[in-house]
């Protein structure tokens, strides 16, 4: 069965530190892969997807960047959090043939302070 | 365009009540997909249920059941006689065939009172 991991669990980071949350999935093969913000007390928002190695589509313009140097890896980075970074982040998987179900992991939970 | 609209914001109802958790959705394609999740209070999305666009028969899982009417271009989910584990914030969603992106509602956060 698959399974997906995120880490860290939660994140408290100062205003202008780095960032890299990671995320892989076990048990598939050329998943498609999605980052997701979800701020306090509010929906989910699409970051980043990745239909391959190497293939990043942004959704948001922003001070984040994500990268695929694996098939089932997916990294979300910042190289300056800002304030607004904080929040709920989520990483989910489908499978690669569109229309096709996600399925999240546990998420990360960060705090920029 | 395409949209999920879920108009109650957040509900509470007293244990072992019915209640009933709207979704209202626009496409203009023929061939899409519908989902629900829920999301308790750890944080992590669990997937519900998927239906598609050419399946309108309702469908009962143990207390869930959920009400695909494509003349109201609604899905809805009812849980029947609600227990203080089904406390969470739940999302209605769609996606167009072939697509890769999923369109999320705002999420409608249910309270069930002891």
């Known amino acids: 069965s698959q399974t997906i991991h995120q880490w860290p669990a939660t994140l408290v980071q100062p205003v202008g530190s780095p960032l890299s949350l990671e995320c892989t999935v076990e048990?598939?093969?050329?998943?498609?892969l999605y980052w997701y913000r979800q701020a306090a007390g509010r929906g989910l928002q699409l970051l980043f997807y990745s239909v391959g190695i190497g293939q990043i589509s942004s959704e948001v313009p922003q001070n984040l960047s994500a990268s695929r140097p694996q098939d089932r890896q997916f990294i979300l980075s910042s190289k300056k959090l800002l304030l607004s970074d904080s929040g709920f982040y989520l990483c989910?998987?489908?499978?690669?043939?569109?229309?096709?179900?996600?399925?999240f992991g546990p998420g990360t939970r960060l705090l920029v302070l | 365009a395409q949209k999920v609209t879920q108009a109650q914001t957040e509900i509470s109802v007293v244990e072992k009540e019915d209640v009933t958790l709207d979704c209202v959705y626009e496409?203009?394609?023929?061939?899409?997909?519908l989902f629900w999740y829920k999301q308790p209070p750890s944080g992590e999305l669990v997937f519900l249920i998927r239906r598609n666009s050419f399946d309108e028969q309702n469908e009962i899982s143990g207390r869930y059941s959920w009400n695909f009417q494509k003349s109201t271009s609604s899905f809805n989910f009812t849980i029947t006689a609600s227990q203080v584990v089904d406390s969470a914030v739940y999302f209605c969603a769609l996606i167009m065939n072939r697509d890769d992106k999923i369109i999320f509602g705002k999420g409608t956060r249910l309270h069930i009172l002891p």
């Open positions: 496409t203009r394609d023929t061939t899409y997909y």
């Open positions: 048990g598939t093969s050329n998943p498609n």
């Open positions: 989910a998987w489908s499978a690669l043939a569109g229309s096709e179900t996600q399925y």
